[in-house]
Structure formats: C-alpha cells, structure tokens
Nanobody, 124 residues
Framework: QVQLGDSGGGLVQAGGSLRLSCATSGRIFSTYTMGWFRQAPGKEREFVAAIAWSAGLTRYGESVKGRFTISRDNAKNTVYLQMNSLKPEDTAVYYC?????????????????WGQGTQVTVSS
C-alpha cells in the first residue's frame, strides 16, 4: 500500500518562494508517475506538474510554467515542487498524487493515491 505525505506549505508574500515535499512510503515502481495538483476554494482541482519516476521527464500546467519546478529524489522516495515568483492566484491547497500509469497525465482521475494536502497562501 502506497502512502503519500505532502508538506511545506505556508504563508508567503507575492514574489516569494516555497518548496513543497511529498514523501512516499510503500513500494514505488519505476513506471509510476508523480504529480502535483492544487485546488482553490470554489474551483476544480488543477494540474500543476508531473514527473516520471524513472526517467525524470516533466510536464507543467500553463499557469506555472517557468516558475515552478518538479523534481524527485529516488533514494529518499520524495518528490519536490519548487515554487518561485509566487502570485496571489497561486493560493490553494496543494496535493501530491501518484499514478500507476506511465505517461505524464494531467487528469486527476488517473491518479490513484493522494496526499492529505498542504495549504499555500500568497499575500499581495
């Protein structure tokens, strides 16, 4: 059974940075994909970024391209989301997720396991 624990959220001013972490437990196969999603109040869950566990290939949502970076540490079974140049519209609960499928999927429906979420608030 895979479990995900995301952390690192907080309150930051616009233009600042945060790094989110997602620690995984259980057996992680190289074919898995890890993703980050976010959800603001009253809005649908939005794709942020994904990374292929083995090859390290990445994909980003349009709204975060050039500002966010997803990475993973295979030895620590941890995925990170470095968020720079944060904007108030980045405010949301951020979730890490794991897909058993290959491919950098952006739909939350293909992700089987989810972290509990971590709040990111960006003040103007």
């Amino acid at each position: 059974q895979v479990q995900l624990g995301d952390s690192g959220g907080g309150l930051v001013q616009a233009g600042g940075s945060l790094r989110l972490s997602c620690a995984t437990s259980g057996r992680i196969f190289s074919t898995y994909t890890m993703g980050w999603f976010r959800q603001a109040p009253g809005k649908e869950r939005e794709f942020v970024a994904a990374i292929a566990w083995s090859a390290g290939l990445t994909r980003y949502g349009e709204s975060v391209k050039g500002r966010f970076t997803i990475s993973r540490d295979n030895a620590k079974n941890t995925v990170y989301l470095q968020m720079n140049s944060l904007k108030p519209e980045d405010t949301a609960v951020y979730y890490c997720a794991l897909s058993l499928r290959t491919g950098l999927q952006s739909s939350p429906t293909v992700y089987s396991y989810w972290g509990q979420g971590t709040q990111v608030t960006v003040s103007s």
